[in-house]
């Protein structure tokens, strides 16, 4: 632990916090201080000495429990209180200081529910819910019902709020856009000349966070939960893959789940796994805030202001104001770990540091420029590669989870993150859809330490700084790179990434970078940019041929002695995969709701031999799917072979004869029939195996080269393709030719709450073939309907040059009610349309799902649909088939050739 | 620029065919950053001690020649309140440069000198060559006692002669450098002179040194510094440059002017002495086609007379191999009225006031790389980014607007804030490169090549104390 070289201040009174975390019974002990004013220590308080503690006396620990949760702060209590809630009382906490001590005790106590995504509002709403409430039974959690006002200082981040609001009314958190004028209304102190408007939320607020902390903790103790302090987890022993034991320094807890929730010390604690190690990315930020002295008139409901395209963010503090921020080029800290000893302690101030902040706030709050300086506090938070919590169950053991990595919302995301990770563990899966947030999004190089400090450039000042939809990060790039990278690059590709990998998103047309398209720009709420170019990469897939890299995709190999894997598979797979050999089988693995835990192509190679191809960003989650559930003797064998693998997909209607040039085989379609593979040489490579299929609905092959010959292979087409008009294309082509053809993809569209009857994929679910994960429930569905259903909608009125664009997250209304939100969003080509997919829903009046006994009737007779756009609601036309689309294939000897350079 | 090109002309292309086929020194560079600083800083040094109305100085130094022909002296005058401060050049070896800065603050000391000091001098109560000066800072001392003995007997002559005739009167500063550099000059050129051999006053190797001394040359600048006065007496091309800050804009002020052909009226002073030479004296703007400055201390070849020069290449004692650096042409040709060269300096009187902020003192292998302006501004960038302390805290009772006025501040200096703590290595740092890759080419090129990129480098930069100044100032103008 490399602590000698860290600054820490211990706090000395009088500050700020003394008298934060004191308990109710020392307040009521303790006359003359006001609610109100009981955190304010103004100077003439006394000092109060080392915070005092809620939590039990030093008791002998507990020989066994059947969680233990490792972190006395808001999201570990909470998560011990949810789970208590729902009746598992058999609960320990461990808090290696205080209860608080971390980084609970300096939150600044916003309780926001304007957030990124649905999920994320109904998390916050949630907390808020609670908090509320108790503040209403008289728990005391100092909330503060101030509202909030988001200000935008561009049309840009204008934009942004009104989508925002447009989801949040779907949900029915109140809100309202308002003019400067307004704003000003609503809050005089603020400098409105130079804004366009902002975001009105009346139902949020503030609170003393370390205060809902100590709720959570009273709570939970009520109920039989055993919180302990000043006992650290040193270890976390696992057997079979499965926690065991937690050894702490007051000796061993025998347990079945253990809840990672150590905020800053959560990396190193995965560490102490023992005997692999959990993986939980997240890296230590300075953040500061700064706290005023009392400045006469300061209205105490003063709305929580959040001016993002200064950084800044604003409450009342004890009749002074509190300006803190997310600056861009923060300092990340503790790279080498936090120190064991870390309690109620801040960091050194750097006030040059927070010198941009400061100038923000006093433009925003010109009134705080006379104010003089009670505080300014750096403390250091968590932060993770993408700005999103860390929840859920780790792949590396089973019933270790985590709940961490609380990005500096951890009060406003506390109560729906306990309530979430308990359903978790009772129920083994969430409530509500958590992919976004679970750990099994990330992989190993994730939790690289330096790959960590350097993502801390985005992911910190994320929480301000306006992020465009599908916005790639530039920090962290070019850590996976296909073999055809360079020959990509050199073709003027544009990359992205997908779980480090990078992957061509389109080929740069000859003008893009000409003078007149200066003003495009790459990220944008409108056409971007990329479009032209996706536009001519579409077209070539529809008439030509294109190349297109797919390497990022996961894959596996699956084997056994004898018919074990079969049996494995039948057993995950709710499609038939005892095909054929050399056939290729699309399926879901179901979980046993029926959502889909994952979507998949498997292709039987031999008897008892499979090749399972996985969407890029399963690589986690479906290895540790089938890793739980492999036979416990052993004999199935998994591998991961992604990186041994590229992938090439040669599509569109030239495919077939190109692949017969450089191949030496007959790809006819009687010969090589769609969704079949064969081992073929391509040039002068073997080994390759080709798969007559692609994800887009388009004719073509995707072959998949031993890494080494990947380069061969694509140079051997690229030559061999000059006279059918081959060309590169990337990943916005197949985006825009799947979702026009209707194609779902998993963790876009489908999630594992989503079963393949919602998605119009019941055909691929065989009931006869046997058990299977999730049987029951289709079966359930297929009988008596489901929840939602998936469609394709054209949007009317709309013009691609002029409208804002849909991206996804966008509210559907049909007959003018909420019936959920879009998926996945792109121009239809040959539709010459907006496409939106999503899932349509029977909302009642109280927003519970209705099952849809015949969903084809719901979604298509008598209904009027209307997307939702930042608040213009475009008329759109549904369908739940792929439409037809006016494409007249030209027979490909009349097509030229591209003119020789 | 190098003072005599030695180097042939075919080992400069041996050396460009070699170095075409080598990776490019400044895209590859061969030293990692560590290197060039530790190679950077190896000179380096800062006084911090403050002196009358100075506060600190820092100097630094990066050889081209090996070895390296460039000194540098500081002293404070025992006797009285003065600050000297030294930068000499030398040119065709560092023997001259190094007797020059070994004496010539000591003839300042005694040139200074009231009556009083000298008398006890001359009955030997006080040691001229430890007693007037204090010397600070490291200083190379010269090592030879015999050759120590016979300094040491000369600056006692001028003791005894500057009591006789004409000691300091306490005003004329100005004369006293005069005479203590024309002195010292005259002492290094007659103790060579070969009549000393043969009147045997001098061991063989003891007149080797002072040969040594006399045929090689050297040209320097002193700064004498007394209360507000400065005085800069300059003999050559080394350069001193004030740095003035003035409504907050730095400005450069030369103290000094260049003796080289650049400069008219050198040129023209020297074809005043010597009518109808002209076209003789000054070839490739250069004396005699050979000498870039056009005074110096030393350099006896352009000083003594023919009958000198002739009369030391047929003694016999003196080995061929000596004088054989200078070929055949020991006399330069068309040598009819020497002396052509002498060591007079021009000096400038300069009262400092609170705007004087510091001084830049530094050989000609600095301004070649780096304009006077251009110094100033990097030594001025590097003072505020060294005087923003590392940790602020607002004061008490502050408001948020004073802070952020301050922090404002800070954060335009908090940009200078440079890698290298030393404003002499900054400036060396900056004269070289500044990238990595530039300099680490500029410090790994080859022994008989370096001389074709740069001359040796000697940087002194004394900063001032602006409140002792204006102190004084108010004292001064009352």
């Excluded at chain 1, 985590?402 to 500096?408: C, D, F, L, Q």
């Excluded at chain 2, 002492?187 to 006053?201: C, H, K, R, W």
């Excluded at chain 2, 007079?344 to 304009?371: N, Q, R, Y």
């Amino acid at each position: 632990m490399g602590t000698a070289g860290v600054k820490c201040l211990k706090i000395t009174s009088p500050s700020i916090f003394s008298r934060r975390i004191l308990p109710s019974t020392f307040r009521a002990a303790a006359p003359g201080y006001v609610k109100t004013r009981l955190f304010s220590t103004a100077e003439g308080d006394s000092p109060s000495p080392e915070p005092v503690s809620l939590a039990t006396p030093p008791k002998p620990l507990p020989q066994q429990a059947r969680v233990v949760v490792c972190g006395g702060g808001v999201v570990g209590l909470s998560v011990a209180y949810h789970l208590a809630e729902r009746g598992w009382t058999d609960v320990v906490v461990l808090e290696q200081g205080k209860v608080t001590c971390g980084t609970t005790w300096h939150s600044v106590g916003l309780v926001s529910t304007m957030k990124a995504t649905r999920t994320d509002m109904a998390m916050t709403r949630y907390s808020a819910d609670l908090y509320k409430q108790w503040e209403a039974e008289g728990e005391g959690v100092g909330w503060k019902q101030c509202g909030s006002l988001n200000v935008a200082r561009t049309l840009d981040r204008m934009i942004h709020l009104k989508r925002q609001h447009a989801v949040a009314k779907t949900m029915g958190v109140e809100s309202q856009v308002v003019t400067p004028a307004e704003i000003q209304d609503i809050c005089p102190v603020l400098r409105v000349d130079d804004l366009q408007g902002g975001l009105w939320i009346p139902g949020d607020g503030a609170l003393t966070a370390p205060d809902v902390a100590m709720v959570f903790s009273r709570k939970a103790k009520a109920k039989g939960v055993q919180v302990i302090e000043d006992v650290g987890v040193e270890k976390v022993i696992t057997e079979n893959g499965r926690v065991s034991k937690v050894v702490t320094s007051a000796g061993n807890i025998k347990c079945e789940y253990f809840v990672n929730s150590a905020g800053l010390w959560s990396r190193e604690l995965g560490k102490r796994t023992d005997p692999r190690r959990v993986n939980v990315p997240l890296h230590a930020c300075e953040h500061y805030y700064l706290v005023t002295k009392p400045i006469t008139g300061t209205n105490p409901l003063m709305p929580v202001i959040r001016d993002y395209d200064g950084y800044v963010y604003f409450r009342e503090w004890n009749g002074g104001l509190l300006g803190g921020g997310f600056e861009p080029s923060p300092k990340p800290c503790f790279h080498q770990g936090p120190p064991d000893k870390f309690e109620f302690q801040l960091l050194q101030e750097d006030w040059d540091h927070f010198q941009v902040l400061l100038t923000e706030i006093l433009h925003r709050v010109p009134a705080m420029e006379t104010a003089e300086i009670r505080q300014l506090v750096n403390g250091p938070e968590s932060f993770t590669p993408d700005s999103r919590w860390l929840l859920g169950e780790t792949a590396e053991v089973a019933n270790y989870f985590v709940a961490t990595g609380m990005n500096s919302s951890g009060i406003a995301g506390a109560g729906g993150v306990g309530k979430q990770v308990a359903d978790w563990i009772i129920d083994g899966r969430p409530s509500l859809n958590m992919w976004a947030y679970d750990i099994r999004r990330f992989i190993g190089h994730h939790n690289n330490k330096r790959f960590l400090r350097d993502r801390m450039q985005e992911s910190f000042p994320a929480t301000a700084v306006l992020k465009y939809p599908r916005e790639e990060y530039t920090t962290g790039r070019k850590l996976r790179c296909s073999p055809l990278h360079t020959r990509q690059e050199v073709a003027g590709a544009v990359f992205g990434e997908t779980m480090a990998y990078e992957r061509a998103m389109y080929f740069k047309l000859d003008d893009d970078d000409s003078p007149e398209n200066e003003d495009r720009r790459m990220w944008t709420y409108t056409k971007p940019m990329w479009f032209e170019a996706a536009q001519e990469e579409y077209w070539a897939c529809k008439e030509r041929v294109c190349l297109m890299d797919m390497s990022s995709f996961a894959k596996f190999e699956l084997e056994s002695a004898s018919e074990e894997v079969v049996d494995f598979l039948q057993k995950l797979c709710s499609n038939d995969i005892d095909v054929d050999i050399g056939t290729i089988v699309h399926t879901g693995m179901q979980n046993k709701y029926g959502g889909f835990e994952n979507d998949t192509t498997i292709a039987r190679l031999d008897h008892n031999h499979f090749y399972m191809i996985c969407p890029a960003t399963q690589q986690s989650r479906a290895w540790t799917w089938l890793a739980r559930h492999m036979p416990q003797d052993g004999s199935v064998h998994l591998r991961d072979v992604t990186s041994m693998f590229s992938g090439i997909n040669i599509i569109g209607p030239h495919a077939q004869q190109l692949l017969a040039d450089v191949s030496d085989i007959s790809t006819s379609r009687s010969d090589f029939r769609p969704m079949s593979c064969k081992k073929i040489d391509v040039g002068s490579a073997s080994g390759v195996w080709a798969m007559r299929l692609t994800h887009t609905g388009e004719d073509g092959f995707i072959l998949y080269i031993p890494s080494e010959y990947a380069l061969h292979v694509y140079d051997i087409l690229m030559s061999a393709g000059k006279d059918y008009g081959v060309r590169n294309a990337g990943y916005y082509a197949l985006r825009h030719l799947r979702i026009e053809n209707f194609f779902a993809y998993w963790g876009l569209d489908l999630d594992d709450r989503t079963t393949p009857m919602e998605c119009g994929r019941g055909y691929r679910v065989k009931f006869d073939k046997g058990d299977f994960i999730g049987k029951a429930a289709l079966e359930q569905q297929r009988d008596h309907g489901v929840n939602k259903r998936f469609v394709h909608f054209q949007l009317e009125d709309y013009d691609v040059n002029l409208d804002l664009w849909p991206w996804g997250g966008e509210p559907i209304y049909r007959n003018g009610r909420n019936a959920g939100l879009t998926t996945t969003c792109g121009f239809g080509f040959a539709l010459d349309s907006m496409v939106c997919l999503g899932f349509v829903r029977d909302f009642d009046d109280k927003g519970v799902e209705q099952i849809l006994k015949n969903s084809n009737d719901f979604v298509m007779k008598d209904a009027k649909y209307e997307i939702d756009i930042a608040g213009t609601r475009f008329p759109a036309k549904p369908s739940i088939y792929t439409p037809k689309q006016n494409v007249t294939y030209v027979d490909p000897s009349f097509i030229p050739a591209p003119q020789k350079v | 620029m190098p003072k005599r090109n030695k180097a042939s002309g075919a080992n400069l292309i041996r050396f460009k065919l070699r170095n075409a086929r080598i990776p490019d020194a400044v895209q590859s560079p061969r030293l990692t950053p560590q290197m060039v600083t530790s190679i950077l800083r190896m000179n380096e040094e800062a006084v911090e001690e403050s002196y009358g109305p100075v506060r600190s100085y820092v100097k630094n130094q990066l050889q081209s020649n090996k070895p390296i022909e460039d000194r540098s002296a500081q002293g404070h005058l025992v006797h009285g309140s003065a600050s000297l401060f030294g930068v000499f050049d030398g040119h065709g070896g560092c023997a001259c440069a190094q007797a020059v800065s070994d004496r010539l603050l000591s003839y300042i000391a005694v040139a200074m000198a009231e009556h009083d000091i000298l008398a006890a001098i001359n009955n030997g109560k006080l040691d001229p060559t430890t007693d007037l000066l204090q010397h600070i800072g490291d200083t190379n001392r010269l090592v030879n006692t015999d050759l120590a003995t016979v300094h040491k007997q000369s600056l006692a002559n001028f003791a005894a002669e500057a009591m006789a005739i004409a000691h300091f009167d306490g005003e004329s500063v100005k004369d006293a450098l005069v005479s203590a550099f024309l002195r010292l000059d005259r002492d290094i050129v007659t103790e060579a002179l070969p009549s000393n051999l043969q009147g045997g006053s001098m061991d063989m190797s003891c007149y080797f040194d002072t040969l040594a001394i006399a045929f090689s040359g050297a040209v320097g600048c002193v700064a004498y510094i007394d209360g507000t006065d400065l005085f800069l007496a300059n003999v050559g091309d080394t350069q001193a440059v004030l740095g003035v800050h003035n409504d907050n804009r730095w400005e450069a002020v030369p103290l000094s002017d260049t003796h080289n052909a650049d400069n008219p009226s050198e040129v023209e002073r020297i074809t005043r002495c010597h009518p109808n030479e002209a076209p003789n004296i000054i070839k490739n703007r250069r004396l005699f086609g050979e000498l870039v400055p056009l005074r110096a201390f030393g350099d006896v070849r352009y000083k003594w007379t023919k009958t000198d020069l002739k009369h030391l290449l047929n003694t016999k004692q003196i080995p061929k191999h000596v004088m054989s650096v200078f070929g055949d042409n020991l006399i330069p040709h068309k040598y009819r009225t020497p002396p052509y060269l002498d060591a007079e300096p021009e000096v400038m009187h300069h009262i400092l006031t609170p705007k004087d902020k510091f001084l830049v003192i530094a050989s000609d292998g600095l301004w070649e790389c780096l304009s006077p302006d251009k110094v100033i501004q990097l030594v001025a960038g590097h003072l505020d980014g060294q005087q923003v302390l590392v940790n602020y805290k607002p004061n008490e009772g502050a408001t948020l607007k004073e802070v952020n006025e301050v922090l404002s501040n800070r954060r335009v200096s908090l940009k200078n804030r440079a890698l290298d703590s030393n404003t002499a290595t900054h400036l060396l740092r900056s004269a070289l490169g500044p990238d990595h890759g530039q300099v680490s080419a500029q410090l790994t090129l080859p022994q008989p090549i370096v001389r074709f990129y740069r001359d040796d480098i000697t940087i002194t930069v004394i900063f001032f104390d602006s409140e002792y100044i204006k102190d004084k100032d108010i004292k001064h103008t009352r």
